[in-house]
């Protein structure tokens, strides 16, 4: 279980695949700094695919909005 500010019921595996992914991706399109690392980015993402709210909503507590 993946805690964000609250529970989501997802795998920390499935965190660890995305933040592979996003660190691959960045790196082959030469992606400058971001304002989250790739595995706060991924956990944002599988927290909004989870939940459904709105990027803005599930951002808030990560201080990235």
Partial sequence: MLVYPSAIDLSSAHLRLLT???TERRRQVGT????????????????????????TRVAAPFGST
Avoid: I
């Avoid at 400058?32 to 459904?52: D, E, N, T, W």
């Fill in 20 to 22: 592979r992914r996003l």
């Fill in 32 to 55: 400058r700094s971001r304002r989250l690392p790739a595995s706060r980015q991924a956990l944002l993402v599988l927290a909004h695919l989870r939940c459904g709210d709105t990027y």
